[in-house]
């Protein structure tokens, strides 16, 4: 597994709110939600009711995107991120793993009902205009041989 760039890292690390897009029927649709980054699985994992229309869609197909912004209108400050992978609900013991860390982050989702998934992610890229104008930084999973 390769490791995912620092600054990658640190981005996702100061932010906990993405844009999750899907589609279904060739329809996009996108939601935001509160997440946290499993560093070691490579994983977003979040919480969404099951009758939301994301989590329908993404019952239907499974290869989803995302973004991350931080909002500034100075250019010198734009940073983002983009990032491509396939979800999957939460459950057994790493459902008992993701909650543990879901609940460190956000102590108050203790009183909602938890219905984890996660995005196993294959491709990041993080814009950061204070690393040069449009400067990017990639990230992608190796295939699996």
């Known amino acids: 597994m390769s490791d995912i760039d ?31 980054f499993l ?13 939301t229309k994301h989590i329908e869609d993404i019952l239907v197909n499974k290869n989803v995107a995302g973004a991350i912004a931080l909002e500034t209108s100075i250019i010198g400050k734009i940073q983002g991120i983009q990032f491509t992978g396939k979800i999957e609900k939460c459950e057994g013991d790493f459902l008992n793993y993701a909650k543990k860390i879901y609940l460190k982050r956000f102590p108050v989702a203790v009183f909602a009902e938890l219905n ?30």
């Open 116 to 145: 984890l998934w996660s995005i196993n992610v294959d491709f990041i890229k993080l814009t950061d205009n204070r690393l040069g104008f449009g400067k990017k930084l990639i990230w992608e999973k190796p295939a699996v041989s």
């Open 6 to 36: 620092k600054k990658i890292l640190n981005f996702i690390k100061k932010h906990h709110v993405f844009t999750l897009a899907t589609s279904r029927d060739n329809k996009p649709y996108c939601s935001t939600m509160f997440y946290v």
């Open 39 to 51: 560093e070691k699985e490579q994983m977003f994992v979040f919480t969404s009711d099951n009758d």
